[in-house]
């Protein structure tokens, strides 16, 4: 049985196919205008529309033909839930068909094109056979993924098996009350995970509440944390509560938690350890039921070591870790979240766009410094200013690939301290990648190139986790 939103100005035509539908176990919805389809299409799924042809107002049924086809009113992306990958297939009838209307339909993607008056076992049996072909659709797609590995969970996206490692992750600890730390360079989507592991949870039903540490001055931030009583400080004119009581019953992620002061570090401990916080100014303690999920792109080992961050807070925060690599080191990602990008912002703009081979290219040879992030700005600018229906590479800003540092600089070591094995794992991946872009995926010229013999890239190529694409290759 399938969702139907029937689209007619005429009562007894949307009354009629609502009685029709119904007796066939259909969920029908009724509207009287395009208009507001299209307000129905983006509020909730559907299966199939019917639509009358010509109706009064901008919005025929053409013009909903269109805005379905053309992706205009999927339904907004929500953490935690995929919108419909499968657009509903589009049924239009009218008393004024033409022979020009009939094939403009067709060209469109209708899937079928029906003349008042008709009977009910046609209109019944054309029912079937769209809801058949969207059905199957829809297994095809779920097998794709299924062999391919899933591509997206909430608004994450990543076919790599970096991002396959963070979304069997999520599977496992979505519902665990411990704590988690994401950590990750800036840009990587850190708080895009938080938001996946709080709506595939226990708790999606129960607030979600973010604060970025950084961007609260340290002297506001345990009032903004833990609350206050009205004249604990000047300007308190009001009793308020704080985010971990905002957050009662659901998710509180504390992103950038690095930025703590020792100072609220020690209160923040204590409020995970005993689960009660105290507001500025109060005398008595309120329990909270908190899951707290905090995110850096610092070393907090590092931090830890040289004194800037409490041990025990970083244990209690860290029980389970999940790391997102950056954008550099999973490049089979760019081409999806480029795509992903380009619907999106094409949508805002009205317009359908496609991206050339040749941008795509450059997209995957660029080093992303800034990650997702930065891929995220460069296609929203490149959409703005555009002015086809495809982005060559030449509508691309200009992509600065990073300068090497100096002898000199690289000597430098900063006063934190740096992470040396992963620094030259990232150096060596760098390197392994380069030589597999250069021979097309080829490994034992990639070998030959890195002067290392072909079992020993086998060997690197598992221990980086790189998949390239071709056949192995045998040993001499």
């Known amino acids: 049985m399938g969702r139907i939103l029937v689209v007619d100005d005429e009562k007894s035509m949307r009354e009629f196919l609502a009685i029709c539908l119904r007796r066939e176990g259909h969920e029908v919805a009724l509207v009287q205008d395009g208009g507001e389809a299209l307000s129905s299409l983006r509020d909730r799924p559907f299966d199939l529309v019917i639509t009358d042809l010509k109706m009064p107002g901008e919005v025929d049924g053409l013009a909903i033909l269109r805005a379905i086809k053309s992706g205009g009113v999927r339904r907004a992306e929500s953490p935690g839930k995929t919108p419909a990958p499968i657009d509903p297939e589009v049924v239009l009838v009218t008393a004024y068909a033409t022979a020009e209307t009939a094939i403009a339909a067709m060209k469109l993607g209708a899937y079928d094109y029906l003349t008042k008056p008709f009977q009910v076992d046609e209109i019944n049996a054309v029912i079937s056979r769209a809801l058949e072909k969207k059905a199957l659709l829809e297994e095809n797609l779920a097998l794709r993924d299924r062999v391919a590995g899933r591509a997206r969970l909430g608004s994450l996206i990543g076919k790599s098996r970096a991002m396959q490692k963070v979304f069997e992750l999520i599977g496992k600890i979505h519902s665990a009350k411990t704590s988690v730390l994401i950590t990750g360079e800036s840009g990587t989507g850190k708080e895009l995970v938080a938001r996946a592991l709080h709506s595939e949870g226990s708790r999606a039903d129960k607030p979600f509440v973010a604060v970025n540490c950084?961007?609260?001055?340290?002297?506001?931030?345990?009032s903004e944390l833990f609350g206050h009583k009205k004249g604990a400080f000047t300007g308190a004119i009001a009793d308020t509560p704080g985010l971990f009581k905002q957050a009662d019953g659901g998710t509180l992620f504390l992103d950038e938690i690095g930025e703590l002061s020792l100072g609220l570090q020690v209160k923040l401990l204590r409020a995970l350890q005993e689960r009660k916080v105290k507001p500025v100014g109060a005398s008595e303690e309120l329990d909270v039921d908190v899951r707290v999920i905090a995110a850096t792109n610092r070393d907090l080992e590092a931090e830890v070591a040289r004194g800037a961050f409490r041990a025990d807070l970083y244990y209690r925060l860290n029980v389970i870790e999940v790391h997102i690599p950056p954008l550099r080191h999973r490049r089979e990602d760019i081409q999806p979240l480029a795509e992903h990008f380009l619907r999106r912002f094409g949508n805002e703009h009205g317009r359908m766009l496609r991206m050339s081979a040749a941008a795509l290219r450059r997209l995957e040879s660029y080093e992303f410094p800034g990650n997702v992030r930065e891929l995220e700005n460069l296609i929203e600018r490149s959409v703005a200013?555009?002015?086809?229906?495809?982005?060559?590479?030449?509508?691309?800003?200009?992509?600065?690939?990073?300068?090497?540092?100096?002898?000199?600089?690289?000597?430098?070591?900063?006063?934190?301290?740096?992470d040396l094995d992963?620094?030259?794992?990232?150096?060596?991946?760098?390197?392994?990648q380069r030589a597999l872009e250069q021979t097309s995926g080829v490994r034992k010229r990639a070998a030959g190139l890195l002067g290392i013999s072909f079992r020993s890239l086998r060997y690197r190529l598992d221990k980086l986790g790189i998949e390239p694409k071709g056949e192995d290759e045998p040993e001499d």
Do not use: K, N
């Not at 200009?398 to 430098?412: D, I, K, Q």
């Not at 992963?422 to 392994?432: P, S």
């Open 385 to 418: 200013l555009s002015a086809g229906t495809e982005i060559g590479a030449d509508e691309l800003p200009e992509l600065r690939a990073p300068r090497a540092p100096s002898p000199e600089v690289a000597a430098a070591l900063p006063a934190e301290g740096v």
């Open 422 to 432: 992963r620094l030259l794992a990232d150096y060596e991946r760098m390197w392994v």
């Open 214 to 222: 950084g961007a609260i001055p340290e002297e506001l931030m345990e």
